[in-house]
């Protein structure tokens, strides 16, 4: 990821409306599938820490990137657990987490399988992996490159990857399906945008930020009844027999 990214992201990652349903989401179905959550916890790819906080509040939890810099900013969060580490080369013990975190991280990985065999193998029997996406290869734009993307997933080619891996996968479903038609026309419009790559991470007034968080925690709890037929964003719940 370009360097300026990481920063960006430290910036709006606290209360931008994409990055809380995101962790929102993510929580919700660790809670729903972990009961109880009480045993350490991983955040493989934490970039600069927003989750990990949150996490840290719930139990025991270590956050893993490889990027410095990403760690730096994590920690002006506060006394976090950090590890610089490659997901392909975890620096843990077989079976030392309860539930592990891979939120938008896989995209960045040239190979994903061989991270997807290190975090089946720090995982407990029964443990779980919440797993979060981009979707579609259509939706691809500049937005892609600046994140430094390898590729977008549809379901059936996450579900083989978690399979593959040995996981069984509990929970599959398209996320951000309402704002799919929006998106869609803002990365459209990104193709076109002279300049460099940069995030699409798009200013909003604070009322229709706070209005958008509430529209996505109600898409959540419809997901959590239901898998949804498409959407921004893949995510899954996968358990280590």
């Known amino acids: 990821m370009q360097p300026q990214e990481y920063q960006r992201m430290y910036q709006r990652e606290g209360d931008y409306w994409w990055f809380v349903a995101r962790r929102r989401l993510a929580l919700s179905l660790a809670q729903t599938y972990v009961n109880p959550l009480n045993?350490?916890?991983?955040?493989?790819?934490?970039?600069?820490?927003?989750?990990?906080?949150?996490?840290?509040?719930?139990?025991?939890?270590?956050?893993?990137?490889?990027?410095?810099?990403?760690l730096r900013l994590t920690l002006q969060r506060g006394t976090l657990n950090v590890a610089q580490a490659r997901l392909e080369a975890l620096p843990f013990t077989d079976a030392a987490f309860q539930v592990a975190f891979a939120l938008d991280v896989l995209e960045h990985l040239p190979d994903d399988r061989p991270a997807l065999r290190e975090l089946y193998r720090v995982l407990g029997s029964g443990g779980v992996l919440v797993v979060a996406v981009p979707?579609?290869?259509?939706?691809?734009?500049?937005?892609?490159v600046a994140l430094a993307h390898y590729r977008r997933y549809?379901?059936?080619e996450l579900q083989a990857?978690?399979?593959e891996a040995g996981f069984q996968v509990r929970k599959l479903s398209y996320a951000l399906c309402?704002?799919?038609?929006?998106?869609?026309?803002?990365?459209w419009l990104d193709r076109l945008r002279p300049g460099k790559p940069a995030a699409t991470v798009?200013?909003?007034?604070?009322?229709?930020?706070?209005?958008?968080?509430?529209?996505?925690?109600?898409?959540?709890?419809?997901?959590?009844?239901?898998?949804l037929p498409f959407g921004v964003s893949l995510t899954a719940v996968a358990q280590k027999p």
Do not use: F
């Open 161 to 163: 990857r978690l399979t």
């Open 178 to 187: 309402l704002l799919l038609p929006l998106i869609a026309l803002t990365r």
């Open 39 to 70: 045993g350490r916890i991983l955040d493989a790819g934490c970039g600069t820490g927003a989750l990990l906080a949150e996490l840290q509040a719930i139990g025991c939890a270590v956050g893993v990137d490889v990027e410095r810099e990403a």
């Open 135 to 144: 979707a579609y290869r259509w939706l691809w734009s500049k937005h892609d």
């Open 202 to 227: 798009v200013p909003v007034p604070r009322w229709l930020n706070r209005a958008l968080i509430r529209l996505l925690d109600a898409e959540t709890r419809l997901l959590m009844r239901t898998n």
């Open 154 to 156: 549809t379901a059936r």
